[in-house]
């Protein structure tokens, strides 16, 4: 059951650059957005950001929207842990090198907005997620407005980014119920999915009602095809 401060896993999986896991770092930093950002995109951005590194290696940078709209009264299910209409701006990330998304799919170095989407139900994602919770990535330059995305277009630009048929996907999975919050940012190891993770904390924002949310981060592991 998820805590009612709810909680938000986002995945930036399977990065190919890692060599030892157990040699990941994370750490909060004061860094400008990226250049590479729409101004408008950039505006919308909390001060700051997050690293996490192998070694002297940086794997990526995130940017979190300073406020993440959320869906007055909601409940969590199952399925669907986090209040957030599809296409909703999270935030932006970068990647210093090529790596690859929940499915494998290669994703090119560079910048990327982040935005909530749900996986489809029908039967070709069976067994591939625990949720239907995911954070889909759009390449930097196709997404300029921060103004919650139509799914379609949402769909369009992700598959840009994986240069694929398949949007470039983040799986969004719920946090550890023993996971130190006031800790955030630290990093979770999931030793039976070999997967990842580092917790840091943002907004949302539901009516006149501003709560932190923890985003659960996984930063190696891969889902089903």
């Known amino acids: 059951m998820v805590r009612q401060l709810g909680f938000l896993a986002v995945c930036v999986l399977g990065l190919s650059s890692i060599a030892r896991a157990a040699d990941l770092t994370i750490e909060s930093v004061e860094l400008a957005a990226p250049e590479a950002l729409a101004a408008e995109v950039a505006k919308t951005l909390a001060p700051g950001s997050f690293k996490v590194t192998d070694g002297k290696k940086v794997v990526c940078e995130v940017w979190l929207a300073a406020k993440w709209p959320a869906k007055a009264g909601f409940k969590a299910t199952e399925e ?20 690859t998304d929940f499915r494998n799919q290669e994703i090119a170095a560079g910048v990327y907005t982040l935005r909530y989407g749900q996986q489809p139900v029908d039967g070709n994602h069976v067994g591939t997620s625990p949720t239907r919770d995911f954070l889909l990535l759009s ?21 840009d980014a994986a240069k694929s048929t398949h949007p470039a996907i983040m799986t969004v999975l719920p946090v550890p119920a023993d996971a130190d919050l006031d800790a955030t940012p630290t990093l ?18 539901a009516g006149d009602k501003t709560s932190p949310r923890v985003l659960n981060l996984v930063i190696v592991g891969h889902g089903g095809e």
């Open 80 to 99: 669907v842990l986090y209040p957030f209409e599809v296409g909703e701006l999270i935030g932006a990330i970068r990647f210093p090198r090529k790596t």
């Open 139 to 159: 390449p930097a330059a196709e997404d300029k407005d921060p103004a919650r995305l139509d799914k379609d277009k949402l769909f369009k630009t992700s598959k």
């Open 188 to 205: 979770v190891h999931e030793e039976a999915k070999e997967m990842w993770s580092a917790l840091i904390k943002g907004n949302e924002v």
